[in-house]
């Protein structure tokens, strides 16, 4: 983001409080949605309820076939890079450790709910503690906005830069991607009613205070 910013501070922070907002109407808009139609399917449901039964059809299928397996794919070519900092990858590894990771995802989901609980739980917990250090770190080692380079809004407005601060959007909700799949199980859940507009705006405010 910082990069799509041209290294401009401010204008970096102003995309991520944008980004924040949106996420937060749309995890608004979801949680009343999920306790209004407590169905099974979340945005199939809702599609479903005011369009009709052939765009809600059309909605599955490009869930199945487009939209979430190119968000599982890009996670795992996440993951296969994050790896390769780790441990120098060939380019064949780099691509079975990407299909091992979805083939493993699929085979804890499904053993069964409560061993995905448990490895979402533990993996969660690692992540984090990754960004409590992360942010350890930078107070402790940090030295702030006193950098020679650092500058805080001083990119002139362009439409230039109106562009890269749309892209750099993007990685803002990125961050906060998954938080429209947990009406899925509305169906399942307890009082919805109640319980799915605090779980979602909780969950969300407290992926915008890791931020």
């Known amino acids: 983001m910082l990069r799509q910013s041209g290294g401009d501070l401010g204008v970096a922070l102003l995309v991520w409080l944008l980004g924040s907002v949106l996420v937060l109407l749309g995890a608004l ?36 076939l487009a939209i979430n397996t190119g968000g599982t794919a890009t996670l795992a070519v996440a993951f296969a890079n994050y790896l390769g900092e780790l441990v120098p990858l060939a380019p064949a590894a780099h691509k079975l450790a990407g299909v091992a990771m979805i083939a493993a995802v699929a085979v804890v989901n499904v053993r069964g709910v409560r061993q995905a609980v448990s490895v ?19 107070v402790a080692l940090g030295d702030g906005f006193h950098r020679s ?7 002139p407005l362009s439409l230039a830069s109106l562009s890269a601060a ?31 507009a605090r779980g979602i705006v909780f969950g969300t405010a407290r992926s915008w205070r890791s931020i």
């Open 166 to 196: 749309g892209v750099a959007l993007l990685g803002v909700l990125w961050a906060y991607e998954g938080w429209q799949n947990v009406t899925n199980s509305a169906g399942e859940a307890r009082d919805p009613q109640r319980t799915f």
């Open 29 to 64: 808009t979801f949680g009343e949605l999920g306790a209004m139609l407590p169905d099974a399917g979340g945005s199939y449901a809702y599609v479903r309820e005011a369009f009709g039964p052939l765009p809600a059809f059309l909605l599955g299928w490009t869930l199945f």
């Open 149 to 155: 380079d650092g500058r805080a809004f001083t990119t």
């Open 120 to 138: 979402q739980n533990w993996s969660t917990a690692l992540k984090v503690g990754a960004l409590l250090a992360l942010a350890v770190a930078g």
